[in-house]
């Protein structure tokens, strides 16, 4: 527990009254020294208080002022004056600057010797840094606790109760907890730590002070995990040591979370990838998925599909959410999971995406055939229907398909020579279609996409074009080449593709 000028003034064997300051009793009291020179400033810095015998303090008003300026300047705690001893008659202008500035200023009863001063400085630090150590030990047991087992959200719960302070783990964009099970931080101190970021190019430093509407708070990237920060509030926030081992036993458990969340996703992936190319037999399926998915039964179990650019830049929201709750597998621009049934709403929610969803599986062998279902569900989302489950295909958009075998008929008939061109010479054709489209037949934008010049673009479009028999100046032939491709995700990248 640090000391303060108040608990100065309050310990009775050294007979002090406040002069002058009463708005700086608050200060932080590190130290004390005498000095008789003119300007002590020069020999004491932040934190210490300076004792004197009233020696060195000038008589003349304004050398007065001047010399309790340079005092307050150097952030100097206080000033301790012996009573009776060689301070000038009048102190007056020396008590209105002091007040002025809310420096605080002392006399001290004759008979106490500045050496009482010291030793009650040095006790006081001794017993603060006591508590400090035994905090530090708790930290380190709870460390301990973790390796055993101990959940994360507990082990942020006792580290909570070693220091006396409220932890939050969180991600450090958004400021949302690292883990569903970690406690948020309130809405109030999470808009006013977004609004003190740092702009974008601007240096973030790795420790920083908040103002909060209620008190202050401490952040900290963790050196394990830069994209994760802890975030300390309360009456007593812990020194930067402390701290840093906080970070270091945290950073320590979300790294080993996060590599078991890696280890998670890319087993889930390599089963959805076996169960789509029925490598396993059913009893291996079986087992595997009960392992990964306990509890998790072919009744419930159904693929959803979501499709979109740039789906690996979501691999932290999938992570947080592998939870023994999905399997997840990630295929060019579509997202593939295997979840319960009722998870939907939730998953198109948190991942900001349209999900289309497959009838419950009721048979591994059914796995690759689900996937269709999901597939063609997902083609019949929109703005207003997020998510849209094979039963209810039954719906507003009935210029699509409506079963697989809908959908592959359709690309067949539309796409299937673009198709095959690309299987024969190579190419990538149907891709270009998509993305041309996509970006509403912008040539600048869909060339910037492929990574390819305009010309580029314009050559490979008059490829399509002659192959599939159909202009991109006619609205009726890009209308029947979208709702085609809608019927190409359907089919491609399954066994049997066209």
Same mark, same amino acid.
């Given at each position: 527990?640090? &000391?303060?000028?108040?608990?100065?003034?309050?310990?009775?064997?050294?007979?002090?009254?406040?002069?002058? =300051?009463?708005?700086? &009793?608050?200060?932080?009291?590190?130290?004390?020294?005498?000095?008789?020179?003119?300007?002590?400033?020069?020999?004491?810095?932040?934190?210490?208080?300076?004792?004197?015998?009233?020696?060195?303090?000038?008589?003349?008003?304004?050398? !007065?002022?001047?010399?309790?300026?340079?005092?307050? #300047?150097?952030?100097?705690?206080?000033?301790?004056?012996?009573?009776?001893? +060689?301070?000038?008659?009048?102190?007056?202008?020396?008590?209105?600057?002091?007040?002025?500035?809310?420096?605080?200023?002392?006399?001290? %009863?004759?008979?106490?010797?500045?050496?009482?001063?010291?030793?009650?400085?040095?006790?006081?630090?001794?017993?603060?840094?006591?508590?400090?150590?035994?905090?530090?030990?708790?930290?380190?047991?709870?460390?301990?606790?973790?390796?055993?087992?101990?959940?994360?959200?507990? &082990?942020?719960?006792?580290?909570?109760?070693?220091?006396?302070?409220?932890?939050?783990?969180? *991600?450090?964009?958004?400021?949302?907890?690292?883990?569903?099970?970690?406690?948020?931080?309130?809405?109030?101190?999470?808009?006013?730590?977004?609004?003190?970021?740092?702009?974008? =190019?601007? +240096?973030?430093?790795?420790?920083?002070?908040?103002?909060?509407? +209620?008190?202050?708070?401490?952040?900290?990237?963790?050196?394990? #995990? !830069?994209?994760?920060?802890?975030?300390?509030? =309360? #009456?007593?926030?812990?020194?930067?040591?402390?701290?840093?081992?906080?970070?270091?036993?945290?950073?320590? %458990? *979300?790294?080993?979370?996060?590599?078991?969340?890696?280890?998670?996703?890319?087993? =889930?992936?390599?089963?959805?990838?076996?169960?789509?190319? /029925?490598?396993?037999?059913?009893?291996?399926?079986?087992?595997?998925?009960? %392992?990964?998915?306990?509890?998790?039964?072919?009744?419930?179990?159904?693929?959803?599909?979501?499709?979109?650019?740039?789906?690996?830049?979501?691999?932290?929201?999938?992570?947080?959410?592998?939870?023994?709750? &999905?399997?997840?597998?990630?295929?060019?621009?579509?997202?593939?999971?295997?979840?319960?049934?009722?998870?939907?709403?939730?998953?198109?929610?948190?991942?900001?995406?349209?999900?289309?969803?497959?009838?419950?599986?009721?048979?591994?062998?059914?796995?690759?055939?689900?996937?269709?279902?999901?597939?063609?569900?997902?083609?019949?989302?929109?703005? !207003?229907?997020?998510?849209?489950?094979?039963?209810?295909?039954?719906?507003?958009?009935?210029?699509?398909?409506?079963?697989?075998?809908?959908?592959?008929?359709?690309?067949?008939?539309?796409?299937?020579?673009?198709?095959?061109?690309?299987?024969?010479?190579?190419?990538?054709?149907?891709?270009?279609? !998509?993305?041309?489209?996509?970006?509403?037949?912008?040539?600048?934008?869909?060339?910037?996409?492929?990574?390819?010049?305009? +010309?580029?673009?314009?050559?490979?479009?008059?490829?399509?074009?002659?192959?599939?028999?159909?202009?991109?100046?006619?609205?009726?032939?890009?209308?029947?080449?979208?709702?085609?491709? /809608?019927?190409?995700?359907?089919?491609?990248?399954?066994?049997?593709?066209?």
């Amino acid at each position: 527990m640090s &000391l303060h000028i108040r608990d100065l003034i309050a310990l009775p064997e050294l007979r002090s009254h406040l002069l002058s =300051g009463a708005d700086g &009793l608050e200060r932080e009291v590190r130290w004390a020294h005498v000095c008789e020179l003119p300007d002590p400033s020069e020999w004491l810095g932040e934190g210490d208080v300076l004792m004197t015998t009233g020696l060195g303090v000038p008589a003349e008003p304004q050398a !007065q002022r001047e010399y309790v300026q340079r005092l307050a #300047d150097a952030g100097i705690a206080g000033m301790m004056i012996g009573e009776h001893m +060689q301070a000038p008659d009048n102190l007056d202008a020396l008590a209105d600057c002091a007040q002025q500035l809310g420096f605080p200023v002392m006399l001290t %009863e004759y008979g106490v010797p500045f050496a009482a001063v010291t030793r009650a400085i040095i006790d006081a630090n001794q017993k603060e840094e006591y508590q400090r150590r035994s905090a530090l030990a708790r930290v380190y047991e709870s460390a301990r606790l973790s390796i055993t087992g101990l959940s994360l959200a507990a &082990l942020v719960e006792r580290l909570e109760a070693d220091i006396q302070c409220r932890l939050y783990v969180l *991600v450090l964009e958004t400021l949302l907890p690292w883990d569903e099970q970690l406690a948020p931080l309130p809405d109030t101190q999470r808009t006013a730590l977004l609004a003190s970021r740092p702009r974008h =190019g601007e +240096q973030q430093p790795m420790l920083r002070r908040h103002t909060l509407p +209620q008190g202050e708070a401490l952040s900290i990237e963790l050196s394990t #995990d !830069q994209s994760c920060l802890l975030v300390v509030t =309360g #009456d007593r926030l812990p020194d930067y040591g402390l701290l840093h081992h906080l970070t270091a036993v945290l950073g320590l %458990e *979300v790294q080993r979370r996060q590599a078991e969340r890696e280890r998670r996703l890319r087993l =889930g992936s390599e089963l959805i990838d076996d169960l789509l190319h /029925q490598r396993l037999g059913h009893e291996q399926a079986s087992q595997r998925l009960h %392992e990964q998915l306990p509890g998790l039964t072919l009744n419930q179990a159904v693929f959803s599909v979501a499709r979109a650019p740039g789906l690996h830049g979501k691999t932290e929201t999938l992570l947080r959410l592998l939870n023994e709750r &999905l399997l997840v597998r990630i295929q060019g621009e579509e997202l593939i999971l295997l979840h319960a049934d009722g998870l939907q709403p939730l998953l198109s929610e948190q991942l900001d995406l349209n999900l289309g969803s497959s009838a419950p599986l009721q048979s591994l062998q059914r796995s690759a055939e689900a996937l269709r279902e999901a597939l063609l569900a997902c083609a019949h989302t929109h703005a !207003q229907r997020r998510v849209c489950c094979f039963a209810e295909l039954e719906t507003d958009t009935p210029w699509l398909p409506r079963t697989p075998d809908e959908a592959m008929r359709a690309f067949r008939s539309v796409l299937g020579a673009l198709h095959a061109y690309d299987q024969a010479q190579g190419t990538a054709l149907l891709q270009t279609l !998509q993305v041309f489209l996509e970006e509403n037949r912008s040539w600048l934008h869909a060339a910037k996409r492929l990574h390819v010049h305009k +010309q580029t673009l314009v050559y490979r479009i008059r490829r399509i074009e002659t192959i599939s028999g159909r202009s991109m100046d006619s609205t009726a032939d890009v209308a029947t080449l979208w709702f085609a491709l /809608q019927s190409r995700w359907v089919v491609a990248d399954l066994p049997n593709t066209p």
